[in-house]
């Protein structure tokens, strides 16, 4: 029984050294471009999409929600010289950003500003975040009543998820004052402990058992 102890320590280090501390691309920072790096510089992200990248719009929120790491200078990116919003007008017709890892990415959440329900809560806007060519599909629910000078700030956590692509857009439902659109905030994603560490965890646990074993034979 011991040694099956001292071995699940050492796997439970390993497994709580992997869930790092979370990490965001921040879209809603003035000087975050449609280009970058994560991860001390290993990984590198680019963003495209159905027409001009903007994300110069001052976030126009009453309060800055707390919680997620973003620093709401901005309403984040959207599609368009003058607009500041991923917009869809029908299913035919619709707006996209995509962002693209150089080598997968552990991401494990996604955010949005100006996301709105219809005042007599008939409608809502839904933003969605298609992970790797489609599957799986995550979709951010609006929550903020429109014209409430509320942000529309919606974000989604979940398990970490290795990311090459993720596609944003915008359903076809809205907030009755419009076309359905909302804004591309933020991307969370884990920091990987570094294989030097997991390295010394594993024969740290590896040790522990092997000790435990020779108690044993000199008993």
Same mark, same amino acid.
């Given at each position: 029984?011991?040694?099956? &102890?001292? $071995?699940?320590?050492?796997? $439970?280090?390993?497994?709580? /050294?992997?869930?790092?501390?979370?990490?965001?691309?921040?879209?809603?920072?003035? *000087? &975050?471009? &449609?280009?970058?790096?994560?991860?001390? +510089?290993?990984? @590198?992200?680019?963003?495209?999409?159905?027409? !001009?990248?903007?994300?110069?719009?001052?976030?126009? +929120?009453?309060?800055?929600?707390?919680?997620?790491?973003?620093?709401?200078?901005?309403?984040? !990116?959207?599609?368009?010289?003058?607009?500041?919003?991923?917009? =869809?007008?029908?299913?035919?017709?619709?707006?996209? #950003?995509?962002?693209?890892?150089?080598?997968?990415?552990?991401?494990?959440? #996604? !955010?949005?500003?100006?996301?709105?329900? /219809?005042?007599?809560?008939?409608?809502?806007?839904?933003?969605?975040?298609?992970?790797?060519?489609?599957?799986?599909?995550? @979709?951010? !629910?609006?929550?903020?009543?429109?014209? @409430?000078?509320?942000?529309?700030?919606?974000?989604?956590?979940?398990?970490?998820?290795?990311? =090459?692509? #993720?596609?944003?857009?915008?359903? @076809?439902?809205?907030?009755?004052? +419009?076309?359905?659109? *909302? $804004?591309? /905030?933020?991307?969370?994603?884990? $920091?990987?402990?570094?294989?030097?560490?997991?390295?010394?965890?594993?024969? *740290? +646990?590896?040790?522990?058992?092997?000790?435990?074993?020779?108690?044993?034979?000199?008993?």
């Amino acid at each position: 029984m011991n040694w099956c &102890t001292s $071995a699940l320590a050492g796997l $439970a280090l390993m497994v709580g /050294a992997s869930a790092a501390d979370a990490n965001v691309i921040d879209f809603t920072n003035a *000087g &975050t471009g &449609t280009s970058g790096t994560i991860l001390n +510089g290993s990984v @590198s992200w680019t963003m495209d999409a159905s027409g !001009y990248l903007n994300n110069t719009q001052a976030f126009d +929120g009453n309060s800055a929600p707390s919680g997620s790491g973003l620093s709401f200078q901005t309403d984040g !990116y959207g599609v368009g010289m003058h607009d500041d919003e991923i917009t =869809t007008v029908n299913s035919n017709e619709f707006e996209w #950003i995509r962002v693209t890892f150089s080598a997968p990415v552990m991401v494990n959440a #996604i !955010y949005f500003l100006d996301l709105f329900q /219809a005042s007599d809560g008939s409608s809502q806007e839904i933003g969605v975040a298609s992970i790797n060519g489609g599957y799986p599909i995550i @979709s951010l !629910y609006a929550n903020d009543i429109a014209g @409430s000078g509320a942000a529309g700030f919606v974000g989604a956590s979940f398990a970490a998820i290795a990311v =090459t692509e #993720i596609f944003f857009t915008v359903l @076809s439902s809205n907030d009755n004052l +419009g076309f359905a659109d *909302g $804004a591309l /905030a933020g991307i969370g994603f884990v $920091a990987p402990v570094p294989l030097p560490a997991a390295g010394l965890l594993l024969l *740290g +646990g590896l040790g522990g058992l092997a000790a435990v074993r020779r108690r044993r034979k000199a008993a």
